[in-house]
C-alpha cells in the first residue's frame, strides 16, 4: 500500500463497462447471425453504448465527485442497454450473460447488498419478461435452454448478494510497522499520522487533537517528509461527522456515507472547522475522525495518488488503526508512570525504614547520653559505640545499593547471615534484647526479597522499641519451598487496637503487601506476636 490505493472500484468499473461494451460490439461484427433484428438500429445502439462508456471513464478518472454523481445514471443505463441487448440478439441463449455478472458486481463494490439484490431482482425480471417476447415472435424458442439460463441468473444473483452483505474490506496493515508498538520516546500524534500517509501514499498529511477537558488543541502537519508542530486556540472539532468523509475546498465538496452506506453530500466548512482549514492550509483529501477515552482529533490526509470514493471505506480502519495506537501509547504512558510512582514509594519505605530508623535509633542514644552528661558520666565508650554503628549502617546502606545494582538472586543462607548481623547492631543501636534464630536451607531467593526483610526487620523491631517500649525481641526465619516466613515476638505492650483487632503499623502493612505477602498480628501471655509470610517466586511482587 506504500504508493496508494491504485485502481479504484470506480475506475475499475468504467473500464470494464467500456471493455464489455468493445466486446459487444466486436462479437456482433464476427457473428454473422446477429444482430437478429433490426440490425442498424443495434450497431447505432451499440457504437452510442461504447461512445458513452468512454465519456464516463474520461470523466470520472480522477474526479472522486463526478463518480458519485454519474453512478447511478449510469447503472441505469447499463440496465436498460442489458434488456435491448438480449431482445435484439436473442440473448437468452447468447454468451453475454457476463453483462449480467457485470451490472451485479458494479453495485456490490460501490454500494452495497441491497441495491445488489434490487439490481438483481429488476435484471431477472426484464430478462424473463425479454424471453416470453422472444418466445412469442420465435417458432423454435428453446424453452428448456430458457429456464436453465433463467435458474442460472437466479443463483448468481444469490452469490453476488451474498458478496455484497459479507463486503471485502481491503487490509491497510500497520503503516509499515510504525503502529506495531508504541514508543514513549515519540509522540503518538506523529507515528500515527505517519503510518496514515504511508498506508494510502498521501504525500501530506495533518492530525488536529485535544486532550480530554483542553480547550487547545496540538497540530502535527508532515509534507514532503518534514514535520511541523502547532496549536489552535481554543479548537472547535466538529461532532457533525463522525465517519470518514472527502472534501474538496475549492468547490465546497464532501462526500460522506450514512449507517446504510449511501453516499451523502455535505458542506466542507461545517465538517472542518474554519480555523482548522486555515491553519493547515486544507484543500483536498481525506478526513477521518478520531476518537478515543483521552481525546479526540481529525485526520487529514491529502494529495493522495487516485482519490476515489473507496477511500472512505479505507479511512474506517485507518481511523480504528491510528485511534487504537494512540489508546495504547496512552496506556502504556500510564503504566509507565504507576511503574515510577510504585518504585519512588519502595525507595521512600527503604528510605524511612534504614537510614530514617537509623536516625531515630541516633537521637535515642544521643538523648541517652545527654542525660548521662548532665550526671556526670564519661560518654566516651558510647560516643565510640555509636561512631562505630555509624560505620555499620554506612556499610549497610552500600550493601543495600549493590544488592540494587547486583544480580536476580541470592543464597538464602546469604540472607541469614545478613538478617543475624543486623539483629546485632539493631540490638546495641537500640539498646535491647534482640535475637534471630533461622532454620538454613540450600536455596535461592530474590535480590528484591534480601531486601524487604531487611527493611521488614528494622521496621519491625523500630516499632516494638519506639511505640511498645520492648526490651526483649525475638526473631525467628524460616524458609519453605515457596514462602520465607519471619516471625517478631516482643514483650512490649502491644499494638494500638481497634474493637477486638490488632491493626499493625501501616508501613509494615504496606511494605508486606506490596511484597506480595501476608502478615498477622497478635497478642497474649504478655507478649506481642507479628508473623509475616512472603513469597520466594520473583513474581511475587506486585
Partial sequence: MGRGFRHPSGRVIALGRLLLAFLFLVAIMIDINQPAKAPAATYALLIGYFVFAATIVVVTWKNWWFDAQVAGPAHAVDIVIFTVLVFLTEGYTSPYFIFFIFLLLAPAIRWGWRETALTAILVTLLYLVVGLLAATSHQQFEVYR?????????????????????????????????????????????????????????????????????????TYTIENGALMEGELQKAALTAAVTGPFLYQLSKNRALARDPERNLRALIPRDAIPRDTRIKLH???????????????????????????????????????NVAAHIQRHSLLRAVEESAEARSRLSLARDLHDSVVQFLAGAAFRLEAMKRSAISGRALGPELNELKELVLEEQGELRSFITAMRGGSEIALRDLIRDLQALADRLSRHWNVECDLSATPADMMIPTQLHLDAHQLMREAVANAVRHAGAKIIRIACDAARDRLRLEFVNDGAGFPAFGDRLEPPQSLKERV??????????????????????????????
Fill in 146 to 218: 430458457f429456464v436453465i439460463r433463467t435458474s442460472q441468473l437466479v443463483i448468481v444473483s444469490l452469490i453476488l448478494i451474498w458478496f455484497g452483505i459479507n463486503r471485502w474490506r481491503p487490509n491497510l496493515g500497520d503503516g509499515g510497522g510504525l503502529l506495531s508498538e508504541p514508543s514513549l520516546d515519540k509522540s503518538p500524534l506523529e507515528t500515527g499520522l505517519r503510518a496514515a500517509m504511508l498506508s494510502i501514499g498521501a504525500a501530506k498529511g495533518s492530525i488536529v487533537w485535544r486532550e480530554r477537558g483542553e480547550t487547545e488543541a496540538k
Fill in 282 to 320: 486544507l484543500s483536498e483529501g481525506l478526513a477521518v475522525a478520531l476518537q478515543v477515552a483521552t481525546g479526540e482529533g481529525q485526520l487529514f490526509l491529502e494529495s493522495v495518488p487516485d482519490l476515489s470514493l473507496d477511500h472512505i471505506d479505507l479511512g474506517e480502519q485507518l481511523g480504528s
Fill in 513 to 542: 503487601e506490596q511484597a506480595g505477602g501476608a502478615l498477622e498480628l497478635s497478642r497474649g501471655m504478655d507478649v506481642t506476636k507479628l508473623s509475616i509470610s512472603l513469597p520466594i517466586a520473583a513474581g511475587g511482587r506486585a
